[in-house]
């Protein structure tokens, strides 16, 4: 299809873990320098492996001059762990992308240090990187609830970076969910049987129609069934309805 | 999906302002406000026609209800390539929530026949339809319904593998034994059978693809539709139709806006019984490019409605489904106020005239009943624990329950028993039938039920091959609409199963035409 937006290969792939040491806390940040791995972190060694070679410079080039990002996930040796997003990204990180990757509006988008970009990247893309990555490091909604079990985006999403309104397939939710007949079980109401969202009178239906991701999740039955007593977690205001099934095993 | 091609043949830059001046000066003649020069609107006049075509099919469809379904997949068995573009996050928009009614005087099955319930025949079909809607109906469109209706049917249950009840029901303003009901009692099961034969014959679908304006360069009568502006996500993309474009996209119930435009009274405190989805931007969009529209006030209520959402519920076809074996409404009085084998729009407006307070009133029956009309014990064990059923073991029991008079109850029902014997209602006239059971024995049973917003029988105009018809009452080449957002089937009033029929046999109507249309 003609007009792709974004061709960029999702940057959040499984590049694969940097260190047990994170729990360094990281020093003040200060927006207004440029910003660095050092700035925080003070020494590259206060968040290395204690046998890890001595590193020096101040940014992620430091890292990546070795362990190369590996967006196929092909990677046999050191690859290079997206897992870093998630710590980096939260809201009092006060970091932003561009910290750690280059990118020329409308052309290459990388890691800095990296020898191959990682695609391109129209603005409107950043943006909506910016704002997912945001929302699936702290939101809370099913995104954050992912990004805590560390599951980034190509966890749903394919290797390219979604287009604005592409879904996610419930093949995909189930491969970690589990079928859907036993989910169905679950959350059979012990009163009424029939009123089972997972085991309506519309049949099979998309997971992504309640379960949403970037916003909070809704109970699709409550359109219309405006006064059933029907929880969901993750829907408006936080995670909620306690007991629901569906937890990945 | 398939990529489409990204044809620019042909594709001159001209704006729609060229042709949208031409409509409003001929509306202009033909004395119709279709005023698209407003600044500001929607329909934006600075639209300019795309430039090219992000994906191109010979047949789109837009809705995937029954008509949607029936259309793509008759378009798809004719050779065209077709999609269908549903706007909501799953299929089937109304009819996958309808009550699963059908009526047709005959079908391969020959129900009526076998359980001998009297005669039928299409003219009775065709006559209690135009009677039912005071004869506003287009007889011809009516006819082709009628004729059609058991074609329909067999096809869905042979190709589709659509199962029917064993049971055969006479709704209200019919005068015969035709509504069929589908195994489940639900419109889902002719939505399934449908995509079964629309897969089978190559149709896709779209889901979250909503279309926000009908492309056409301007309203000379030879000018056809070229395709349709879709939102998907944030995403807006252009999709040509080089053979058709069917217009499959339902009622506008859920729409408050264009109801209180046709007919005030409709506030929005009314329930609706309807999916959200039910509204009428294609019926604007249609009306943009010049074509003509009918019946738009004629809305229905459902007099049966569950009074708090006002869904309507497996419980809420009992009320439809009951009476012609003997179910009565009372209100709050226990009292009967209406004869119950009347049309909707009786039903509804005689509940509304009783008063707000008197809010809900009450289908009563006895065990007896509904298993004449496929109603379930376990259905009515179910609806009892939540509180959809009331039951008494005695009618002084019933009454206190829903807050009636017992004496009075108890006449009522003890009056329509002797009216059953003697053949006669003096009260209400209510055609009595032999098939109507007494209610001589409890435990007694009382659904609570209140008029809901339902189906608008209004919308586009079109003629029997399923065409739209432009305000001049030309054709508007390659543009097809059936169903719900169709007008003039059922004039005034629709009655009960005459949906489901209408909505397939158009759909296919449109189908098999529109796969014949020149590229
Ligand atoms: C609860 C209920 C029970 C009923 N029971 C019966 C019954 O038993 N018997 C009977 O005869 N009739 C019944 N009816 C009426 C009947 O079901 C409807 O008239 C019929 O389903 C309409 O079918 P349709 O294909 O025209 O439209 P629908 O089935 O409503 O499908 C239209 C679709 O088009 C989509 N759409 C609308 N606008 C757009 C857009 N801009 N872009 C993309 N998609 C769009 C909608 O989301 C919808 O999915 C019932 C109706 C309801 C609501």
Redesign the interface.
Known sequence: ???L?FNVLIICVFLVSLSPAASAAPQKTNLSKPQSCTGCHGEFSSVLPAKHPRVAGKDISACTSCHAPDPQNKATAKPYSSKLHLSHMQPDAKLDCLACHTWKPGKAFGVKGAKKPLGTLPAEGMDQIRQIFASWASSKYLDAHHGKKNVTCSGCHDRKLP?????VASDRCLACHGDIEKLAKKTEPK??P?RNPHKS???T??C??CHKTHQPSKA?CL?????FNMKIRFGEGGPGAKNASGAAK | MKDGDSEQKGMSRRSLLKGAAAVGAMAGLGGLALNLAAPGTAEAITKKLPQKWDETWDVVVIGSGFAGLAAAAEAAGGGAKTVILEKMPIYGGNSIINGGGYAAWDEELHLRQKKNLGNDSVKQHIDDTLKGGDFFNMPALVEVMAKEAPDALNWMINEGGAQLSDVLVIGGGHTAYRAHFSAHNSGKDYTDALKKIAEKRGVKMALNSQVTWIWRKDADPKSPVLGVEVKRGAKVLNIKAKKALILASGGFSQDVEMRLAEWPKLVKEFNCTNQKGATGEMIRFSKAVGADTLHMNFIQLFPFAEPEAGILDRPAVYGFSGPGVGVIYVSKTGKRFVNELDRRDVCAFAQIALGPNMKPAYTIFTDAIPPKFGGKPAEIEAGMKKGRFIKGETIAELAKKIGAPADVLEKTIKDHNRYIAEGKDPEFNKPMKKTMIPMDKGPYYALPMWPAVHHTMGGLRINTNSQVVDVFGAVIPHLYAAGEVAGGVHGSNRLGCNATTECVVFGRIAGKNGAKEKA
């Open positions: 299809m003609a007009g937006f287009e604005s309104g592409d879904t009163d009424f029939d009178h519309l049949g239906i998309d992504v129609v699709y359109d219309c069934h405006k006064n």
